[in-house]
């Protein structure tokens, strides 16, 4: 299983960018996907959740309305889109496959997923 995350780089504060992960090996639109952030010395966080063949999808608050996860099957592809981007958005950015939905809203726990891509850096600025 091989997850690889792009789209990364040096955005304005309120602007926007997508990140890609392609993934291979499994059927991303038939598992739990996330995706999560770490900024150095802190906890990775999960940012969002999505599981497309059952039509699931949550947020943690502070992405929520301005974040949207989507599934592409063809592709299988996951996407973020982030929009009205924060400094604090400032993070590296990784996508992660799991073992399966748990009853959200609830955190996003990276105990839950199993695979790993190495991440793309998003960095925020003035």
């Known amino acids: 299983v091989h997850l690889t995350e792009s789209g990364g780089g040096t955005v304005a504060v309120g602007g926007s960018a997508t990140l890609s992960c392609v993934v291979s090996?499994?059927?991303?639109?038939?598992?739990?996907m996330g995706w999560f952030r770490q900024v150095p010395g802190k906890q990775r966080e999960g940012i969002a959740a999505i599981y497309a063949a059952a039509e699931k999808i949550t947020y943690v608050d502070s992405v929520k309305g301005r974040f949207s996860v989507s599934s592409d099957a063809a592709e299988n592809t996951i996407y973020l889109q982030m929009a009205s981007l924060k400094s604090e958005d400032t993070a590296m950015y990784f996508c992660?496959?799991?073992?399966?939905?748990?009853?959200?809203?609830?955190?996003?726990?990276?105990?839950?997923?199993?695979?790993w891509g190495q991440g793309t850096q998003v960095t925020v600025s003035e």
């Open positions: 992660a496959a799991g073992k399966t939905w748990r009853e959200y809203p609830r955190r996003i726990d990276t105990d839950d997923f199993v695979h």
């Open positions: 090996g499994l059927n991303s639109h038939r598992t739990v």
